[in-house]
């Protein structure tokens, strides 16, 4: 594959997995310990451990952070890039490793200087479908636990996902 091909791969999200858009009531909503009181950004950081249970689907949670539609490239006369307003990937690990730990930035405001609380959601996703692309669907997440805090999903084929998070 050619370098330009990478490239425009890579630019358009081309290769990526497609989702549909995150569902807020199948997802947990997270948010920092630290208070937004507007004179910076300070950001909580999460110790997280996933584990999921032998076969099953393919699983995977999902931390999404909730941007706006501000404009990110901008000149003095045009906005060249302006992303729709939802929710992007922060954070994922999927069931490809039984066992996975990680430590994952939780920001409290939605931006620098900011007084909005930034809005996190845990989400869990299987994929599903036997043809060369399968589809990936996104399941209810539950928390289990609050200390520790835990929370679980389990795909259609019964395969379980657990994330503990330590603050």
């Not at 370098?3 to 948010?31: C, E, M, N, Q, Y």
């Not at 310990?33 to 507007?38: Q, V």
């Amino acid at each position: 594959m050619s370098s330009f091909s990478l490239a425009f791969l890579l630019i358009f999200g081309l290769g990526h997995h497609a989702r549909d858009p995150v569902d807020a009531s199948k997802a947990v909503k997270l948010t920092s310990r630290l208070p937004c009181d507007g004179n910076g950004a300070p950001e909580d950081l999460l110790r997280v451990k996933a584990s999921f249970s032998p076969g099953g689907a393919v699983r995977e949670f999902i931390l999404n952070r909730f941007e706006t539609d501000k404009c990110s490239v901008e000149t003095m006369f045009q906005c060249w890039h302006k992303p729709r307003a939802g929710y992007r990937d922060a954070w994922s690990v999927t069931n490809s490793t039984p066992s996975s730990q990680a430590l994952v930035p939780l920001g409290s405001c939605d931006e620098w200087g900011s007084s909005a609380p930034a809005q996190y959601v845990l989400s869990g996703w299987t994929q599903e479908g036997t043809e060369s692309k399968p589809m990936w669907k996104q399941v209810p997440v539950k928390q289990v636990s609050t200390l520790p805090e835990v929370y679980e999903f389990t795909d259609p084929n019964g395969g379980t996902a657990r994330l503990e998070i330590t603050r």
